[in-house]
């Protein structure tokens, strides 16, 4: 099956959609599935508002239309509520195509922390975007409930997996701080809820992996702790295998691939009792859940490594796209995506192609 997945999220951006869209697309193809990507490369962009360092693609019309038709998918899949995503639904909807799209992103919740703008305003905005696709993927129990309770349709699960091979705790980092190591990764921003983190009163060391526009803040304020900036590869496999606790701050993550990728390096996981951490944590003896993140800290200690390990390795990615592509074949074949002839539109729309 040929599969075109359009995002807004891509390379060089580090962070868990890119990486489950890269995965994907390794798994699918041992599954027949022949994934190509529809992406911000090439379009004119932005700094997003409120996030440096961080921008948005502005595609044009013309040049979207081109790129769906020489993919000629046989399914249409939107990752992102981006400009790109909304473009790609947009021609979908010129052409009768059915597509598919996932929720991977709380944006209702990042814009409310940044702004007075309340989290019902940008939701309705996602339920008329997802609401038009054959099916919206989620990847927990806890996701599919709440956004069913908010007037989502057509929800179907698709669960996340991890690279074992690539995570794993045979080599981990040397690192000359006091234990335990208590380590978090990710985008260092404010919707992450990292302070919640850093502001604990735990024993021996804390150590942040990733970047954002709240690092040098941070760092100012909590100078104990070891900021250590983005890491990739064995890089990064060696530094979770090293850290006696992961800890999973965030409030707004609607699943936290991090989280497999710590256990599959052996750390087990403290975190919030909230969607993500719950589906993945809850019932096994691979972390610590509770309202009071020091105490999950310290439980999560006595927790086995070699059981986080063998949790992670039941988790392929293999059976994400398998997954993933049951959802496609969902679609209705009368409304499969067909090649269409996009010359009117380049007579009709201004703009040039990149």
Same mark, same amino acid.
């Given at each position: ?17 890119v ?7 390794? #798994?699918?193809?041992?599954? &027949?599935? $022949?994934?190509?990507?529809?992406? @911000? ?5 932005? %700094? =997003? /508002? ?16 081109r ?23 947009a021609?979908?909807?010129r ?42 993927m ?10 069913s ?6 929800? #179907?699960?698709?669960?996340? &997996?991890? $690279?074992?091979?690539?995570?794993? @705790? ?5 690192? %000359? =701080? /006091? ?17 919640a ?17 709240q ?47 710590a ?28 309202? $009071? ?16 390990r ?11 796209a ?8 969902a679609?209705?074949?009368s409304?499969?995506?067909?090649p ?15």
């Open positions: 099956m040929r599969i075109l997945i359009a995002t807004d999220a891509w390379h060089p951006q580090v962070n868990g959609v990486r489950t869209l890269t995965s994907l697309r390794r #798994a699918a193809g041992s599954l &027949g599935g $022949d994934v190509q990507f529809l992406t @911000p490369e090439g379009f004119p962009s932005m %700094d =997003l /508002p409120t996030y440096p360092g961080l921008q948005v693609a502005w595609p044009n019309r013309c040049e979207i239309a790129r769906i038709e020489a993919a000629n998918p046989e399914a249409i899949h939107i990752a992102t509520e981006g400009p790109v995503g909304w473009a790609a639904r021609y979908c909807r052409h009768g195509l059915a597509f598919t799209t996932s929720y991977t992103t709380r944006f209702p919740e990042y814009i409310a922390v940044r702004s007075i703008v309340p989290a019902s305003v940008p939701y309705a905005v996602l339920r008329y975007f997802h609401n038009a696709a054959a099916t919206t989620v990847a927990v129990p806890s996701l599919y409930n709440e956004l309770a908010r007037g989502f349709r057509k929800l #179907a699960f698709w669960g996340r &997996g991890v $690279d074992t091979d690539l995570f794993n @705790p045979d080599h981990p980092a040397t690192l %000359d =701080l /006091p234990r335990p190591i208590f380590m978090t990764m990710g985008r260092v921003a404010i919707e992450k809820n990292i302070e983190f850093l502001s604990l009163d735990l024993p021996g060391s804390k150590v942040v992996i990733g970047d954002g526009p690092r040098r803040e941070l760092a100012q304020k909590y100078p104990d702790v070891k900021f250590l900036g983005e890491k990739k590869g064995a890089d990064l496999t060696a530094h979770l295998a090293a850290a006696d606790v992961f800890v999973f701050p965030s409030l707004t993550d609607t699943f936290g691939v991090v989280q497999l990728e256990l599959a390096c052996g750390a087990p996981v403290a975190a919030f009792p909230v969607t993500g951490p719950i589906d993945v944590i809850s019932g096994h003896p691979i972390g610590a859940l509770d309202n $009071d993140l020091r105490a999950a800290c310290l439980r999560a200690l006595t927790m086995s490594r070699e059981t986080c063998q949790f992670a390795l039941e988790r392929s990615w293999e059976n994400s398998r997954q993933f592509i049951a959802n496609l074949s679609l209705q074949p409304r499969a995506p067909r269409v002839t996009i010359a009117s539109e380049s007579h009709a729309v201004g703009g040039s192609r990149t």
